[in-house]
């Protein structure tokens, strides 16, 4: 009897272990996420793109400038336009976040569902490439270029604050090339948050609900901590593409490598100037993708609730 249970209690153990590591997919629900997700693009560009801008000019300034001193230099620039400059820029934000979401739920959920195979579950290690390559995907297709637009747009006075503009000018300067400026240090960027993110995620979701559909509450809370693992670890790389996307050709002080990058802003800046950003980056990133997760998730309950 005893050996029977510490059997039964052993094969519990296991099962309970198995869970915690993997997740069940829904062939039918392939659309479900990366359509709630683009809604949640929405609302999470007009509540949160001003934090973006003063996380911009932290990262593209030379010297270190305190952030009240920030939000009073972007206030009254452009013949003090005050709040108005703070959302320069977010027209490509709100469309790039849209059209990113859907690229990242979805490439993120065929990923898993391929992996999955027969028996309709993932692990960790599958969920974290599956994270990585919805994250290149995203980077290459579209993060680089309105990325590129985006900083143009919110540090360039000769970009006048629109995207036409903004992308005339970009390819005056550097060709159609320009648009894709630092692309490798935003695919590293992409591709590790994702990976974080839709690991962390998943873990705590599957810990706590079993995978069912969270309330709001925690929804945003497990989505906070999710999307906080990657910027605390690739802030640096952040940093870098910033630098290397303000550059034009013939005023590459920062030159066109990531290694370049890195030793000339340790070199004039120190090693604290890798960091530059990473509070409004955090302040601007994490609720943003909370956000994000507690549309998708009431968005999928909605859908739940009337048998779609």
């Not at 990113?100 to 065929?110: A, D």
């Amino acid at each position: 009897m005893a050996t029977a249970s510490r059997t039964e209690s052993g094969s519990t153990s296991t099962q309970q272990s198995t869970q915690t590591q993997t997740r069940k997919i829904d062939k039918n629900d392939w659309w479900k996420k990366p359509a709630g997700a683009a809604l949640g693009g929405i609302v999470e560009g007009f509540c949160f793109h001003p934090l973006d801008t003063i996380k911009t000019h932290l990262q593209a300034s030379r010297k270190r400038y305190t952030f009240s001193d920030t939000v009073s230099y972007i206030y009254t620039k452009n013949n003090n336009a005050g709040l108005r400059n703070f959302y320069k820029g977010l027209t490509p934000v709100t469309l790039n976040l849209s059209m990113k979401y859907i690229i990242r739920y979805g490439v993120n959920y065929k990923i898993r569902e391929l992996l999955a195979g027969e028996s309709g579950t993932t692990t960790n290690l599958q969920n974290f490439f599956a994270g990585l390559c919805a994250g290149t995907t995203e980077a290459m297709i579209l993060v680089t270029p309105f990325e590129c637009i985006k900083t143009k747009m919110q540090t360039n006075p000769n970009c006048n604050g629109n995207i036409v503009s903004a992308l005339k000018y970009i390819i005056k300067q550097d060709g159609i090339q320009g648009v894709w400026r630092g692309a490798i240090p935003t695919v590293i960027r992409q591709a590790s948050n994702q990976g974080c993110m839709f690991t962390t995620y998943t873990l705590l979701k599957t810990h706590f609900y079993n995978n069912e559909i969270p309330n709001s509450r925690d929804a945003f809370l497990m989505g906070l901590f999710a999307s906080s693992v990657g910027p605390l670890c690739n802030t640096p790389i952040d940093t870098i593409k910033t630098k290397m996307m303000i550059q034009t050709k013939g005023d590459e002080q920062y030159g066109r490598s990531i290694s370049s990058a890195f030793a000339t802003i340790v070199k004039t800046e120190g090693f604290p100037g890798l960091y530059k950003g990473l509070s409004m980056r955090l302040l601007r990133l994490c609720p943003g993708q909370a956000t994000v997760w507690v549309v998708t998730e009431n968005f999928n309950r909605f859908l739940q609730n009337y048998d779609f």
